[in-house]
């Protein structure tokens, strides 16, 4: 990968003789049989680089190996086994036209003919809830379903991910300051522009800048893969434990208490009966946790009691009477003890103080 990518020394495709592939790192004619994925050059954001590592994806190219546990990704990789696949970084009309798929760039949206662009007038359309397309949400439209092989995780990743990338893209801050002095979180695609604005800070002539931009976007494309497919791979491991937690959910005797025989990953504010959660520690013994109000929010329906809160395990045994008792988050929103049976018991403890009035549970943000 690295030696391809060294050998990459022009933006505009007709300067040079070669064509790298980005799948093998041999070259090849430009008559060669060839999927060709073109994107502008020069500068970069996080909206084209994740586009084409979209793209790659669909056609087979993975640089971080982990598609191979992606549903379908194998059936993809075959229908285009024996094909070069090429991405070339370029402004030049010819090869524009020439493009399987054309991104971010052209000034046209027709996902027909593959031509994924947002910056025409009009746009290329918004989503239900007025978040417009960029590049990325183009290409994961119409090629993520096949991707990752369901629609229901495409559309998982589409929410998580692929939209928050358009938003940006399209001048439109997803994130806002709660603080006075503007605090507000680092987002991930953030970092990818600050790869690009290293390259600005080397102080460059145009030609050699733009040349460390083609390689700082081609080493960024394995990362921006991996949060495609870690992202894709948290919305199958979602849509599988939804099935055992509502299989869980029907068999339970007491809705407030869902009791798991291993931790699921948690999607439980769809139940909205559903105030603690059960489950083996990994490390040893077991856990009991608060569910939260909103997959949105860090607020619970209810806490354990104030008087448990951080606590030493001792000082937890002699409060409760759990002998077994070891540990009362801060926060309130999880205990823990050496066995189920202990555990079970912190938690009718504080089902008690639920009805006693002495805890308070609050089931939505209103």
Known sequence: MKKALNKIKKTLIHKTKKIINLETGKAGGRDANHVLIVTHGSNFHPDDVFATAAALLYYGVDKTGLGKFLHGFSEIQEKHSGEFVRVVRTLDKKVMDKATILMDIGREYDEKRNRFDHHQEGGAGKREDGIPYASFGLVWKKFGKKIVGNAEVAEYVDKKLVKHIDAEDNGIKIAKSLFLDGTQPLLFEELINLDCDLVYGLGLEPQEMNRVFDKTFFKLIPIAQKMIILTALKGIALAEADKKLEHLYNKMVDKRVIIMDKKLPFRLTQYKDILFSVYPSLRSGWCAQVVQISEESYE???????????????????????????????????????????????????????????????????
């Open 300 to 366: 619970s329906r209810t806490y354990f009691p104030k008087s448990w809160a951080g606590k030493s395990p001792e000082e937890l045994q002699e409060i409760t009477g759990v002998p077994d008792a070891q540990f009362c988050h801060a926060g309130r929103w999880l205990v823990s003890a050496s066995t189920k049976d202990g555990v079970l018991k912190l938690v009718e403890f504080a089902l008690k103080e639920i009805e006693a009035g002495r805890e308070k549970v609050r089931m939505t943000l209103d």
